[in-house]
């Protein structure tokens, strides 16, 4: 999706849903993030947290939802790609998970 909102969310994600076999690692997860604003992810251990950040980075490709990250242009770039083919890598772009240790 590529349209230039001005008002819209930096990264906005929505129904991010990941699956390991029948085993359910993240469902639904949705947020907005807005200029300014800043985000914790918390949560219990296997809660999905990593999972959910790796999705945004592109890092593994979630089964379902949008990540949509505003570029300085304005347009809105659709980071996730649906390929269900499990040899397809998730695609490349700008944005970046930092683990703690390494911040």
Not at 10 to 28: E, F, H, M, P, T
Not at 67 to 79: A, K, T
């Given at each position: 999706?590529?349209?230039?909102?001005?008002?819209?969310?930096?990264?906005?994600?929505?129904?991010?849903?990941?699956?390991?076999?029948?085993?359910?690692?993240?469902?639904?997860?949705?947020?907005?993030?807005?200029?300014?604003?800043?985000?914790?992810?918390v949560g219990?251990?296997?809660?999905?947290?990593?999972?959910?950040?790796?999705?945004?980075?592109?890092?593994?490709a979630?089964?379902?939802?949008?990540?949509?990250?505003?570029?300085?242009?304005?347009?809105?770039?659709?980071?996730?790609?649906?390929?269900?083919?499990?040899?397809?890598?998730?695609?490349?772009?700008?944005?970046?998970?930092?683990?703690?240790?390494?911040?």
């Open positions: 999706m590529n349209t230039a909102t001005p008002c819209a969310p930096l990264l906005s994600v929505r129904n991010i849903c990941k699956r390991y076999g029948d085993r359910v690692a993240l469902q639904g997860a949705s947020f907005d993030l807005w200029p300014g604003e800043v985000l914790a992810v219990e251990s296997g809660s999905g947290k990593s999972t959910l950040l790796n999705a945004i980075a592109a890092r593994i979630p089964d379902e939802g949008t990540v949509l990250f505003r570029q300085r242009s304005g347009e809105l770039q659709d980071c996730v790609r649906h390929d269900r083919s499990p040899a397809a890598p998730a695609r490349p772009h700008r944005l970046g998970l930092c683990a703690p240790e390494r911040c």
